[in-house]
């Protein structure tokens, strides 16, 4: 699931951009919330952890109300949004310098935007490693809880109802999740590729499309026929 704030007072264009983010297929769940204003922004924040925010530069014509900078501001003053990918949104192009050197946003859309311009955009960044998933919280055969870091994820494959979760630094075997319900959980980059096995796209060594299998930190890992054609578009290759 990926968490994305949108934050505009126009409430025609907070809709219609809540729409079309909703509506963009990036292989998983896209949760958008809305705020008219800092104020109401701030409290949802709160609230929520997000993966990614879209920020009006201005929401209001009187200069004594809080800004779009000054919520971008105050997001990177919160530790876990220190690098978290902001995009401004703007009428007027001469505002965005300031978003980029201050803030350092990760992109802008200049209105009146497109809704390919935005699907393209939200597509780039929801496949990127700049988004930070929440840890995974997973309970082992053995009944320990674990916070594990969605990053360091280098596959997972299931054999006889046990799921085992490959990670840079080791393995976790859990019943908790079968393979469906956990890459409900993974960001867009966790590609499922066979019915055993969904790998992390960003750790694949290499693809040989005539054998049919990847290799990925030494393992060869066999493509199902279902899921060739998905793997691929989302691999890049066609």
């Known amino acids: 699931m990926i968490n994305i704030l949108v934050v505009e007072d126009n409430i025609l264009q907070l809709n219609a951009l809540k729409r079309i983010i909703e509506n963009t297929e990036i292989g998983q769940p896209i949760c958008p919330y809305t705020a008219s204003g800092y104020d109401?922004?701030?409290?949802?924040?709160?609230?929520?952890?997000?993966?990614?925010?879209?920020?009006?530069?201005?929401?209001?014509?009187?200069?004594?109300?809080?800004?779009?900078?000054?919520?971008?501001?105050?997001?990177?003053?919160?530790?876990?949004?220190?690098?978290?990918?902001?995009?401004?949104?703007?009428?007027?192009p001469g505002q965005i310098g300031n978003a980029v050197n201050?803030?350092?946003?990760?992109?802008?859309?200049?209105k009146p935007y497109k809704r390919e311009d935005v699907e393209k955009l939200l597509k780039s960044l929801t496949d990127s490693p700049m988004i930070s998933a929440s840890p995974l919280r997973i309970i082992d055969v053995n009944s320990v809880s674990h916070n594990v870091i969605v990053e360091n994820i280098v596959m997972?494959?299931?054999?006889?109802?046990?799921?085992?979760?490959?990670?840079?630094?080791?393995?976790?075997?859990?019943?908790?999740?079968?393979?469906d319900s956990v890459l409900a959980e993974l960001p867009p980059y966790f590609i499922r590729v066979h019915r055993k096995y969904i790998v992390n796209r960003h750790r694949i060594d290499n693809y040989d499309r005539t054998l049919g299998f990847i290799r990925i930190e030494s393992?060869?890992?066999?493509?199902?026929?279902t899921y060739k054609s998905e793997f691929e578009k989302r691999y890049n290759l066609t």
């Open 40 to 92: 109401e922004a701030v409290e949802i924040i709160s609230s929520a952890h997000f993966d990614i925010f879209f920020l009006d530069i201005l929401f209001s014509e009187d200069k004594n109300v809080p800004c779009g900078i000054d919520l971008g501001n105050y997001i990177r003053s919160l530790d876990r949004y220190r690098y978290t990918p902001i995009v401004y949104i703007t009428s007027i």
């Open 102 to 110: 201050d803030i350092h946003c990760y992109n802008y859309l200049i």
């Open 156 to 179: 997972l494959s299931v054999s006889s109802h046990i799921l085992t979760i490959h990670c840079v630094d080791g393995d976790l075997t859990t019943r908790q999740f079968n393979i």
């Open 219 to 225: 393992q060869t890992i066999p493509i199902g026929r």
